[in-house]
Nanobody, 124 residues
Framework: QVRLIESGGGLVQAGGSLRLSCANSGRAINLYTMGWFRQAPGKEREFVAGSSWSGGNIYYADSVKGRFIISRDNAKNMAYLQMNNLKPEDTAVYSC?????????????????WGQGTQVTVSP
């Protein structure tokens, strides 16, 4: 079983950077496709980024391409989301997600485990 815990959220000014971390305290992370979703107030949860277990297949939402980088360290059971050039519209609760399926499946919401979420607030 996968148990995901996010950290690294906070308040940052527009143009700044944050790095989110996702720790898995359960089953080995290398068995899972990992990803990040976000949900802004009054909006539906949306896919942000996903990485296959090897890191060979990576997908990003168009809104974050060129600014966000997803990575993982399977030896440490960790996944990360480096967020650069943050914009106020990036403000949301960011959640880590894991699936035994593919990144394509993850994008469509096929998630086997969720973290509790961490708040990211970007001020103008």
């Amino acid at each position: 079983q996968v148990r995901l815990i996010e950290s690294g959220g906070g308040l940052v000014q527009a143009g700044g950077s944050l790095r989110l971390s996702c720790a898995n305290s359960g089953r080995a992370i290398n068995l899972y496709t990992m990803g990040w979703f976000r949900q802004a107030p009054g909006k539906e949860r949306e896919f942000v980024a996903g990485s296959s277990w090897s890191g060979g297949n990576i997908y990003y939402a168009d809104s974050v391409k060129g600014r966000f980088i997803i990575s993982r360290d399977n030896a440490k059971n960790m996944a990360y989301l480096q967020m650069n050039n943050l914009k106020p519209e990036d403000t949301a609760v960011y959640s880590c997600a894991a699936t035994v399926g593919s990144v394509v499946g993850l994008k469509t919401g096929q998630v086997d485990a969720w973290g509790q979420g961490t708040q990211v607030t970007v001020s103008p």
